[in-house]
């Protein structure tokens, strides 16, 4: 099978590599990729957003199947482009993304499924919600309706944030139209984990869940980012949690979806607060989560193209998912100034020394004139696996200080537990 990955992350060099080990497949193609996927397929120069390019490009290569990685082309309809003209595609449509690209949509999907979410009003008129924050008082989580690069959600710890968060959204546009509507929903505490199901829009796998940090600095202090490190499994994550999670949280809104007529197919990922009354539903999103894929994939035993199969022929109900019981530990490499500006070109030594059991995704690298080079925020992703988690943070920190390139950032405190 000829497949072509779209997107140009860490995420989408861990969906490479695995992909790479399935027999089936006989040509891997990537675009635009980045240098560490062009190590293991062929990178093309369309990028992520341009559908009819990637439509060009399947259909000049001859591929079978197309991946798709990053949120916006999905929200932009890349999957119904794909099948209206004949290409096999791996991802939800449009309207089944909308869990991902409208959270007033997902808000409402959660309500009717039935599934607990923390408690939520949607305002459209600027001074409704002023007055529902003056009514409500802090703290309080303010997030604009639609896909804001990870930046529209804000958890206010006084009113006076939560006020100025609804102003830059609803009257300075900050982030355009997708803060047309609002969500104003009750602050949850507790420990936050992601779940990632297959589901063909009926069956779903069992779950696989990761802890991520999205904060730039130790102690989660900083500005919030793309994901600085993780690990998978949390070692409170058991059989019991799982069943709980798959079955009250996810499966209802799979259901839902589907009742609706717009069957969710791909990867479903749930951001769940596991608050003192139980876990909660935060947020869904439509695809893979990056730094998260870097964690999975290398646990997942199964044939990553026949699970993907399964998912298009709605066979996933007799897929047997098998996630190793080794554990990974992700630590994110970041260029200097991360996540504000950065500057690009900085060349990485050290890549050929990493140690066994560990690998190292690329997630925004370049190769110019035979050396590779930073090439965006987040740089690389550095994977440790082992028996324990302990073992598999040590191996991914002596990864990690085997490479060096100027400026690099990183945070030290990537699962580590002081219990
Ligand atoms: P999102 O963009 O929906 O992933 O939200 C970004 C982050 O905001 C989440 O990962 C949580 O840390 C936080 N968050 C979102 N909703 C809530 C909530 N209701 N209570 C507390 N924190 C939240
Ligand atoms: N790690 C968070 C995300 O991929 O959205």
Not at 178 to 206: K, N, Y
């Amino acid at each position: 099978m000829r497949v072509l990955v779209v997107g140009n992350g860490g995420r989408e060099h861990a969906l490479v590599w695995k992909l790479s080990q399935s027999p089936r497949t006989t040509a891997l193609f990537a675009t635009p990729g980045n240098a560490g996927i062009a190590q293991l397929a062929t990178c093309l120069d369309i990028t992520a957003e341009d559908i009819p390019g990637i439509i060009d490009l399947a259909s000049s290569y001859s591929i079978d199947l197309v991946v798709v990685g990053p949120e916006a082309p999905l929200a932009a309809g890349i999957v119904d482009a794909c099948r209206g003209a004949g290409i096999r595609v791996f991802g939800p449509t449009q309207a089944a993304a909308r869990i991902e690209w409208s959270k007033s949509f997902a808000k409402r999907i959660m309500e009717k499924a039935g599934a607990p979410t923390a408690a939520f009003e949607l305002f459209s008129d600027y001074e409704e919600a002023k007055e529902y924050v003056r009514e409500h008082g802090a703290p309080v989580v303010i997030k604009a309706d639609g896909l804001a690069a990870g930046k529209g959600v804000v958890v206010a710890q006084t009113v006076d944030v939560a006020l100025s968060a609804l102003d830059n959204m609803m009257l300075s546009k900050a982030y355009g139209s997708a803060g047309t509507e609002v969500v104003i929903e009750e602050c949850l505490t507790g420990q936050e984990v992601s779940v990632f199901t297959f589901t063909d829009g009926h069956s779903l796998t069992r779950l696989v869940a990761a802890c991520d940090y999205k904060r730039i600095y130790d102690q989660d202090k900083g500005p919030n980012t793309g994901g600085m490190g993780g690990y998978s499994p949390p070692p409170w994550w058991d059989e019991a949690m799982e069943e709980y999670v798959r079955e009250l949280c996810i499966a209802p809104v799979i259901r839902q979806l589907a009742a609706e007529g717009t069957p969710f197919e791909g990867v479903l990922y749930g951001g769940i607060m596991i608050t003192a009354e139980g876990p909660s539903l935060i947020e869904f999103n439509s695809r893979f989560g990056d730094p998260e894929c870097q964690l999975i994939m290398p646990r997942l035993e199964n044939d990553l193209l026949d699970v993907m199969d399964a998912v298009l022929d709605r066979t996933i109900d007799d897929v047997d998912l098998i996630w190793s019981n080794e554990v990974t530990v992700a630590v994110v490499l970041a260029s200097a100034g991360y996540p504000s500006g950065y500057t690009n070109g900085k060349l990485i030594t050290g890549l050929a020394n990493i140690p066994p059991s560990t690998m190292v995704f690329h997630s925004a690298t370049a190769e110019i004139n035979g050396e590779t080079v930073t090439n965006g925020g987040r740089v690389l992703t550095v994977v440790g696996h082992a028996a324990s988690l302990s073992d598999a943070r040590s191996l991914a920190y002596q990864a990690a200080s085997a490479i060096s390139f100027e400026g690099a950032q990183s945070r030290s405190d990537i699962a580590e537990f002081s219990s």
